[in-house]
């Protein structure tokens, strides 16, 4: 497809700023041929030897937000065209697709979008997710990402469904900075309601992602610590990605994790803590208490530093698009095209040996080739990258 143009209106015409959005959404790369031998049930490792445990499912590539990070207005705007209800995979289909991943490997399974809350119905895609089971019989981590706008109505709803925990976006306390950051004038004590929804559900191991863009809301880093500290809620400090092709990203603009570290540590004093799990992205830090010791009744927070810390040597996602796009980065700019393969009703066997033959093929690390580029790199083949709004974060 041709370049998508984009403007700015102002006072009655085109400003000069253009941003072209590169529409990659129907461009797919090949399917690799299955591998002989044929790979084992739950081993299926990559060109380096990375596992697949992590799938993350968008479910719309609808937001009612306007983040400049990730769907700016001019760009996401009232024409802009979204995907026809009839292009998307259908709760059946991403169920079917979950199954084989499961077969290969797939632990924990994290709605996305857009905002998948807006999907219509998704406590059923929930319920179907949630009655999967491993090969050895256990249930799989369900999980889901949202804004908060929708939450504090369905968040009882989303845990009687099975969803077992929740992570929310939220770049700041201050109402001004919030409703500008969303730009859709939405007020912060609404995200905040859907938190305390979440945990009066019984939701558990609550997440909130602040993404940290210097000159616009690094102040807010502290009053966040401070207000979640305590809580139950592990609040992660995410640092500014260039993601897509529409936010404008500018290195000048990430405030590296190291810093927000040290800006943490002048009023609250922390320690490193170790990984959870393995390919885990968030770098864990403890809230210590007077005697100097980690309290675990104070909580913790997170630093994710997918710019300034490369973790893609033991990355192990897998991204499915709502329209049933496969892919294996966050920062990939095509997709393999698994709706024609889960709509040709192929036996379940087959489609799991195909998408082992596209895993056992893999070899992005786009982090780790970004921090070896010179400072001054214009780095253009990343203009084509596909919206984050597309495959989920």
Not at 51 to 76: A, Q
Not at 78 to 90: E, G, I, M, R, V
Not at 299 to 309: K, L, Y
Not at 353 to 367: C, F, M, P, T, V
């Amino acid at each position: 497809m041709k370049p998508w143009p984009s403007g700015v209106m102002h006072n009655g015409g085109m400003s000069e700023r253009i941003i072209p959005v590169f529409d990659l959404r129907n461009q797919f790369l090949p399917i690799p041929p299955i591998p002989q031998p044929l790979p084992g049930s739950q081993q299926t490792s990559d060109l380096r030897g990375r596992l697949l445990r992590d799938l993350r499912i968008s479910v719309t590539d609808r937001c009612n937000f306007r983040c400049s990070y990730c769907m700016p207005k001019e760009v996401f705007h009232k024409d802009y065209p979204y995907l026809p209800h009839s292009a998307l995979l259908t709760f059946e289909e991403i169920t079917r697709a979950a199954e084989s991943f499961v077969t290969l490997g797939v632990r924990k399974i994290r709605l996305t979008g857009g905002e998948p809350l807006l999907r219509k119905n998704i406590e059923i895609l929930i319920e179907q997710l949630a009655a999967l089971r491993t090969p050895e019989g256990l249930p799989l981590d369900i999980t889901l990402t949202t804004n908060g706008s929708l939450l504090a109505r369905k968040a009882q709803a989303l845990k009687d469904a099975g969803l077992q925990r929740v992570t929310i976006s939220l770049d700041g306390l201050d109402d001004t900075v919030f409703r500008k950051m969303n730009d859709v004038d939405f007020p912060v004590a609404d995200v905040l309601a859907g938190i305390e929804a979440a945990q009066t559900a019984g939701l558990k191991q609550i997440k909130v992602n602040m993404v940290v863009k210097k000159g616009t809301n690094e102040h807010e880093i502290l009053p966040m610590a401070k207000h979640f500290r305590g809580t139950g809620v592990t609040l992660r400090f995410i640092e500014y990605m260039d993601v897509g092709a529409t936010n404008k990203w500018r290195m000048q603009e990430v405030l590296p994790s190291a810093q927000v570290i040290a800006l943490l540590q002048s009023e609250l004093p922390l320690m490193a803590l170790p990984a959870c799990t393995l390919g885990e992205t968030a770098e864990r830090w403890g809230y210590l208490n007077a005697q100097g010791d980690w309290d675990p009744t104070l909580g913790e927070i997170g630093v994710i530093s997918s710019v300034t810390q490369a973790f893609c040597g033991d990355c192990n996602r897998a991204r499915l698009s709502t329209e049933g796009q496969l892919y294996l980065c966050l920062f990939a700019s095509q997709g393999y095209d698994l709706r024609s393969l889960i709509r040709s009703n192929m036996e379940p066997q087959l489609l799991t040996e195909k998408l082992a033959a596209i895993w056992q093929g893999r070899d992005d690390r786009y982090s780790e080739l970004r921090s070896q580029m010179p400072a001054h790199s214009s780095d253009t083949p990343a203009r084509k990258r596909v919206e984050m709004s597309y495959i989920g974060g």
